[in-house]
């Protein structure tokens, strides 16, 4: 066997490393020259004789989206250090990753990161366009190798594009997200169908021996219309919390306005949003439009979500919704969290978790995330695995098996 699975750990952090000072440098001669070799290294799949490459394969085992913090974080170091007179393009020093000033291909000055009089967010911005853009190049590549190796005739016969539900929320891009958007309200109104249908089943409750006995008599004793015990259950309320950094934004997003147009199905819905610092957003989800996008834009400008850092705090944030918001949850809530468990290297706090456990009904953790990275770098999920359920959740398609299964009625 080849490829992928010949790839050893270190092959693979190496080829991040080097990811990571290409992304920071903006030097796209270098990124196509990577997404080359990460899909040899780690896309290939199958005997061989036999064997194709997968795009899909390649960014789940790259993951270059776990890559922002550690480039804004080389920028700011490098920024920390630079001398006053430095200059780039229009007066303004100019840092790549790697230190000195950073030139891009054919010798102009790169758009390097750090620089004097753009913000942090703005900074990152440009860096998950950046990685954006690496995504394309490595799922062209993919298709040029397989279209290769197959012939472009049979791949334009038999290849059939995953449904809108289907695609994987950390490697969508722009059009898929877009596509994703029109599946919200469908689904809602799928889900919320599933749901009162289990809330009638279970408000017929156990049957009453009594009155079917009695019932029995008017049939020679025959119990042929049995009586149950009418219940009346409570719909619950919920809460979400959820992680609005990076590539998780959009899963984020997606679930807030899918459990917003689900809303008469609960008692209560608070949607809580997060980076290193936490702050309601309720507000805002149920007077925005249907846009994962547009609603992701309204909550970074309106909300209060970082502090002295722009990346994710999971330990932070769960503290702080511990001291300030636990109000919000109480024996009837369901707490949903949502998030890779990604700590940048912060403490998890897993304290939090377990305060705010101990005072919910229930809580389950939604995970992008495939459980064979959970513990790699500075994933954090093991340990909130430990306090409460974690469960993967990569598309459309799962998290509505996942509302229907785990939302008590």
């Known amino acids: 066997m080849t ?29 196509t020259r990577l997404a080359a070799e990460a899909v040899e290294l780690l896309g290939r799949y199958g005997s061989p004789g036999s064997d194709g490459w997968s795009a899909h394969q390649t960014l789940d085992r790259l993951r270059p989206q776990t890559l922002l913090a550690r480039i804004l974080a080389g920028a700011r170091e490098q920024g920390a250090g630079a001398e006053p007179g430095l200059t780039g393009a229009g007066g303004a020093f100019r840092m790549g990753f790697g230190g000195g000033l950073t030139l891009g291909p054919g010798g102009g000055t790169a758009a390097g990161l750090g620089s004097a009089g753009f913000t942090e967010r703005l900074d990152a911005d440009e860096v998950r366009r950046r990685i954006e853009d690496f995504r394309d190049r490595v799922r062209t590549e993919a298709r040029r190798r397989v279209a290769e190796r197959r012939g472009a005739d049979m791949i334009a016969e038999r290849g059939v594009a995953r449904s809108a539900d289907q695609v994987d929320f950390l490697v969508a891009n722009r059009e898929q997200l877009v596509e994703l958007r029109r599946t919200v309200q469908p689904l809602a ?58 590539s998780v934004a959009g899963f984020a997003n997606f679930t807030m306005l899918l459990v917003q147009a ?20 309720t507000r805002l989800v149920t007077t925005g439009q249907a846009d994962p996008a547009e609603l992701g834009r309204r909550i970074a400008t309106e909300a209060t979500l970082t502090g002295w850092h722009g990346s994710s705090d999971y330990g932070a944030a769960l503290g702080e919704f511990a001291e300030r918001h636990l109000d919000a949850v109480g024996p009837r809530t369901s707490v949903i969290v949502l998030g890779d468990a990604r700590t940048n290297g912060f403490d998890p ?60 009625v």
């Open 3 to 31: 490829g992928a699975r010949g790839a050893s750990a270190g092959d693979r952090d190496e080829l991040r490393e080097r990811l990571a000072e290409a992304l920071a440098a903006n030097d796209t001669a270098a990124l």
């Open 189 to 246: 109104r799928k889900l919320a169908t599933r749901l009162a249908a289990r809330r009638r089943r279970a408000a017929r409750g156990q049957i009453d021996i009594r009155r079917t006995l009695r019932r029995s008599l008017s049939t020679g004793g025959v119990p042929l219309r049995p009586a149950h015990r009418r219940q009346r259950p409570a719909r619950p309320e919920i809460v979400l919390l959820c992680d609005v950094s990076g």
């Open 262 to 281: 689900m809303r008469d199905q609960f008692s209560k819905v608070r949607v809580y949003a997060f980076v290193n610092r936490v702050d309601e957003v």
């Open 349 to 408: 706090n897993e304290e939090a978790l377990r305060r705010i456990a101990a005072r919910a009904r229930r809580v389950h953790w939604l995970n992008p995330e495939t459980p064979s990275t959970w513990g790699v770098g500075d994933s954090a999920a093991p340990v909130y695995a430990g306090i409460v359920d974690m469960h993967t959740c990569r598309n459309a398609r799962r998290l509505g098996e996942l509302v229907t299964r785990l939302l008590p």
